[in-house]
C-alpha cells in the first residue's frame, strides 16, 4: 500500500511560481516513476510530468520550459517546480504512482493562478 500526500499549492499571481510537494509513504520509493497530473474544473484529468527511477523526465507541452519535476529519494518525495504560472494552469494537482497494475494518487492540491 502506498500513501501520497501533496502540499504546496495556493494562490499566485500570473507570472508567480510555485514548488508542489509529494510525500510517499512505503517503501522502494526510489524503484518507481512517479507522476503529477491536474484536472481543471469541467476538464479531463491531464498528465502534466513524470519521472523515471532512474530521473529520466517527461512534459506535457503545455509545461515544457516552465515546470520542472524531480526527486529526491532520501526522502521519499517528488516535486514539481511551476514558474511562469498562467491563468490557465488553474487546476487541481496530483501525483500518482504505479505498483504493480495498481495506481495510488494523492488526495491533491489546489493551485489558483489569478491576479
Known amino acids: 500500500q502506498v500513501q501520497l500526500v501533496e502540499s504546496g499549492g495556493g494562490l499566485v499571481q500570473p507570472g508567480g511560481s510555485l514548488r508542489l510537494s509529494c510525500a510517499a509513504s512505503g517503501s522502494r520509493f526510489s524503484n518507481y516513476a512517479m507522476n503529477w497530473y491536474r484536472q481543471a474544473p469541467g476538464k479531463q484529468r491531464e498528465l502534466v510530468a513524470s519521472?523515471?527511477?532512474?530521473?529520466?523526465?517527461n512534459y506535457a507541452d503545455s509545461a515544457k520550459g516552465r515546470f520542472i519535476i524531480s526527486r529526491d529519494n532520501a526522502k521519499n518525495t517528488v516535486y514539481l517546480q511551476m514558474n511562469s504560472l498562467k491563468p490557465e494552469d488553474t487546476a487541481v494537482y496530483y501525483c500518482?504512482?504505479?505498483?504493480?497494475?495498481?495506481?495510488?494518487w494523492g488526495q491533491g492540491t489546489q493551485v489558483t493562478v489569478s491576479s
Open positions: 500518482k504512482t504505479r505498483r504493480l497494475v495498481s495506481d495510488y
Open positions: 519521472i523515471t527511477s532512474t530521473y529520466i523526465t
